[in-house]
């Protein structure tokens, strides 16, 4: 597992990647795949304090969760090199192909991820990935 349980450190990692991408310090392969996604997403990137670490974003609030936003970036990125589940590099690179947008093409393929995770959760259960995958196919 890429991350421990604590949500504290694992904002933690979000902001010291940030502040080392724009510090042009050395980072890990880690801190840089985090940067990147942060440098996709203008909107958080001054959300990357430590003031924000301990915040608590609320769907109730009409709030979106930066660092989930980003997670399921993070998640999509691996899954795509890996190609796991199996089948899912070329639903992507056929998606980026037909919209011409690599980032939109992540954010429909999280959308897909997201609610799988949230089936799961909900009904506490591993995640479906043959429902996944059908999701993903039906894009």
Known sequence: MIFGQDRDELRRLYVESWRKARAAEPMSPLETQIAA???DHPEYQALM???TIEAAF???GGQTNPFLHMGLH???REQVST???GGISIIYRKLVERIQDEH???HRLLECLAETL???QRD???PDEEAYLERLRLL
Do not use: C, F, H, Y
């Open 58 to 60: 609320t769907p109730d």
């Open 83 to 85: 190609d796991r589940p």
């Open 37 to 39: 996604v942060i440098g």
């Open 74 to 76: 993070l998640a999509i």
């Open 104 to 106: 939109e093409a992540e």
């Open 49 to 51: 304090t430590e003031a």
């Open 118 to 120: 949230w089936e799961a």
């Open 124 to 126: 506490n259960v591993m």
